[in-house]
């Protein structure tokens, strides 16, 4: 009889053109004074937690690594946070840098880039005269400090440190017709590419004008979205440009500069339509759809007084001309488009602040309905096909899906030896299953394996010898029972002298399967890679 390692390597040579099977779903939350983020599965179990300070808002990164906008002891408005903080997968503090001083301080969403480095909100500390001169009438204005939103770039560059390598200030795009002896006078509605410093005409005491709540990163388009609160607004702006160009109105790939490529949600905030127009209502996290999911490209944000007491998730098509570039609809005058391309409500359904939407890869939507602590995954015809309620009192910022199933502790390990660490986060619906590592000499891959799961890794013989020979010579608890907790870990043991040194970079992929008790492949995680190297 077969023994189930030779089961699964049987399984692994034959292929068939069947679909891929989708995997279990993660969620990341951390509810604000909780001191806790969670990583929660489709049963409501915590399956892994960062321990730490109060935050905000958190990303895992690919590495497994933890992001953080942490609360300072300091902070003074709603939504201030302060300190930007990076956590291994097993907690350990590796950078904490304070953004926080008497001309910024950083606030609600950040957003980490491909390139390594993070955006973050922060508020421009100035006073009142500053806005009186910028044309802000005084009548809407109190107290002694002016605050308007800006985002930073900020590139890590030690444990404690990291360097502004790029910025964009609200301040430098402004529009107001109330005092023509000021700066920034003109014709509101000549400008939909600047932001009228009187809008809307409400007072603010604490000098929190925009309270800007969501940002997010388009590499494909190497632009940025935000969301204004207070204005009801969401913003397209050019990341292309240099900091200089960004605080000007010309230079980056659009050739406008910082200002305004796009906007949304209430023409009335640049004279292009009335109270009645206007579609958002406090909204909060403007995401795009990521590329290779349904509605690439869109923007889903979260519609918080969609009614006086319903909420809703908008999907938003961005209109481009023929050089990708949003565009002012010449007939009405307005950025379209008219109306969302989908949307979701329901009568249960209404927090009045926090919360997000994100798509998923399967076409449906998480959303986060945080005043409620309510988590759902809504199909695109509107049915909740998930949900769950986190057992707290605390609000929940945003929720996160997280696709990932397996990480390494290192990208590269030198062929002189050395040890890699696996850790693999499995639902723990998959209670009885088993975990089989694999590996790959070519990298990443797609094999389709008899029941229609598809590993990520092209089949050969380091995959096969795995299969047939776990937990043997280089790799340690590379097969066994899928923890109670659905955390479990692996390690690769590479002694010196082993690998030749010709083999230096040589990049080894690996991938996790889930093993059904007739040992029989049931899911299959993402690839990581290891890079041999000198």
Known sequence: MATPALRVAAALSVLCCAATA?????RLISPTGNNTTQLVDSQGVVVHTWPGTNSVTVHLLDDGS???????????????TGRLERLSFDGALTWSMLVDSPSRAMHHDIEPMPNGNVLVFAWDRMDVSDAIAAGRDPALITGTRWEPDSILEIQPTGPATGTVVWEWHFRDHLIQDFDATKANFGVVGD???????????????NGDWNHCNGLDYDPVNDWIVLSARPQSEIYLIDHSTTTAEAAGHAG???????????????????????????????????????QGFPGAGNITLFNNSYTA???????????????????????????????????????????????SAQRLRNGNTLVCSGQQQWL??????????????????AFLFQAHAVERRLWADRDTLSVSGGIVGFRHLSDTAYAGSSYLLLGALTGPGSSVLSNGVVLPLTIDPLTLAMAENPNFGLFVDTFAPVAANGSDAS??????????????????????LLLDPSVAPIAASNPVVVTLAP
């Open 491 to 512: 390690w690769m043991v590479l002694p010196g002298g082993v690998v030749p040194p010709w083999l230096v970079g040589l990049p080894l992929a690996f991938s996790r």
């Open 66 to 80: 933890l992001l953080r906008g942490a609360v300072e002891p300091t902070a003074g408005l709603n939504g201030a």
């Open 22 to 26: 989708q995997g279990e779903g993660l």
């Open 191 to 205: 400008h939909p590419e600047l932001l009228d410093v009187n809008f809307p005409p409400v007072v603010v005491s």
């Open 309 to 355: 007491t319903q909420s809703a998730i908008f999907e938003l098509e961005l209109p481009v001309d023929g050089s990708g570039s949003p565009f002012v609809d010449q007939v009405t005058g307005r950025f379209g488009p008219a109306q969302p391309t989908w949307s979701y409500t329901d009568p249960a359904f209404f927090s009045e602040f926090v919360s």
């Open 376 to 393: 759902f995954e809504v199909s695109p015809a509107g049915q909740v096909v998930w949900q769950y309620t986190w057992p707290g009192s």
């Open 252 to 290: 980056g790939l659009r050739g406008k500069g910082g200002d305004i490529l796009w906007r949304w949600g209430n023409p009335e905030a640049y004279d292009a339509g009335t109270l009645f127009d206007r579609q958002l209502f406090f909204q909060h996290d403007p995401r795009f759809v990521e």
